[in-house]
Structure formats: C-alpha cells, structure tokens
C-alpha cells in the first residue's frame, strides 16, 4: 500500500502544470494555446521569454520535490528506502498525463532530471549534463532530452540496483515514447534546432 500512496501522491503533484499557471499570467491564455503546446519550459520561454521560461522550470522542480517530500515523511522515515522511486514515476505520469486535461500534458524533462539528480546526486548529474551538452552542440531537444534518460537507467543499473534501474528504465522509455515525433523530425530535418544562430553572409 505504500507504494501506491508514494505514486499516488507524486501523481497529484505532477498534474499541476507550472507551465500553464506561468502561462495565464503572462499572456492570459492556456499553454496548450501557444507555440507547440507543450507544457514546458522550452514552449513558454521560446513564446514568452526567459522569466516565465526559467519560472515554469522552478515550479516543475519544486513539485518532483514536494512529492519526494511528501512521501519521505510518510514513508521514508519509517525505513521504507524506495518512496523516491515510486513517487518520481507518480510525478512522470502526472505531469504527462493530467487527469484535468484529457491525460494530455508535458514530456516530463524537467522531472526526469529533478527525478534522476536527487536518486543519484553524482550520476543523475552527469546524465542530466551530458544530455544537456548534446542538446547544445546538436541543437535537437528531443536527443538530448532521450540521452538524460536512457544515460540515467543505466547509471541506475550500473551503481544502485536493479528495481532503480528497472523505474528509470521505464522512465527512459516513456521520454522516448513523448519524444518519438521529435525523433522522427530529426530524421526526415524537419525537427526545428534550438541554440543555432543564422550563419552571417
């Protein structure tokens, strides 16, 4: 049972959509009503600007952290060692799939990170690094994003344990399910690059 409260509550925690409260208050409209629709920080600081973009990335992590801290004191402190997994992947599905919004929400970047960093402060950061790196110097979100990811299960498997690495494996396969039209476009160079700027005459 209590893991089905620890996701339980990192679920409700991830339906809240920083990204579209940012979004009412700086243009008055849903995020879904904007640029790709996506909630999240790259949709709203591409249409918005940096604040409300640096705004919705505070609020994403602050709701992975309050669903961690939720279930520590409910579990954690009673020597139940796994609340930090099963409220990670309550806040994936949430944030991607809101209840409120028809199941239709973000690609849980932000979480995965937040997700990733606080299971394995050391390796979680060097994924989370090396998919940002790469996002850089290739201009693509959706690789990077599929890197941070699949990098951070096998950190998992490799340095914590098995059932770490089974969630962030299932962490890993839902990134890439939500990034998949992203990966396509890379393929057929219709994926829009980020960080490129126009090469001068």
Same mark, same amino acid.
């Given at each position: 049972? $209590? ?6 509550? @990192?679920?409700?925690?991830? #339906? ?5 409260? =940012?979004?009412?208050?700086?243009? /008055? *409209? ?7 629709? $996506?909630?999240? &920080?790259? $949709?709203? &600081?591409?249409?918005?600007?940096? *604040? ?35 409220? %990670?992947?309550?806040?994936?599905? @949430?944030?991607? +799939?809101?209840? +409120? /919004? ?10 995965? #990170? ?5 299971? &394995? ?6 994924? #989370?690094?090396? @998919? %940002? ?14 890197? =941070?990811? +699949?990098?951070?299960?096998? #950190? ?8 770490? %690495? ?16 992203? =990966?396509?476009? &890379? ?6 690059? /980020?960080?490129?700027?126009? *090469?001068? $005459?």
């Amino acid at each position: 049972m $209590n893991a089905v409260f620890s996701i339980l509550i @990192g679920y409700l925690a991830g #339906c809240f959509l920083t990204a579209d409260v =940012i979004t009412h208050i700086y243009a /008055h *409209k849903s995020v879904f009503d904007i640029g790709t629709g $996506n909630p999240g &920080m790259a $949709n709203v &600081m591409a249409r918005l600007g940096k *604040k409300p973009g640096f705004l919705v990335l505070a609020g994403d992590i602050l709701k992975t952290l309050l669903a961690f801290l939720l279930t520590w004191i409910l579990f954690g402190r009673h020597g139940q060692s796994d609340f930090l997994l099963w409220s %990670g992947l309550g806040v994936l599905i @949430g944030h991607n +799939w809101p209840f +409120w /919004h028809r199941f239709q929400g973000g690609k849980g970047v932000t979480v995965t #990170c937040t997700w990733l960093i606080i299971a &394995m402060p050391v390796w979680g950061t060097i994924s #989370c690094l090396a @998919g %940002g790196a790469l996002t850089i110097l290739s201009g693509y979100l959706p690789l990077g994003a599929i890197v =941070i990811a +699949w990098l951070g299960s096998l #950190c998992a498997f490799l340095t914590e344990s098995t059932k770490a %690495g089974v969630f962030f494996l299932i962490g890993a396969l839902i990134m890439t399910a939500k990034h998949f039209p992203g =990966i396509l476009g &890379m393929i057929r160079e219709t994926e829009p690059r /980020h960080f490129r700027h126009p *090469k001068k $005459n």
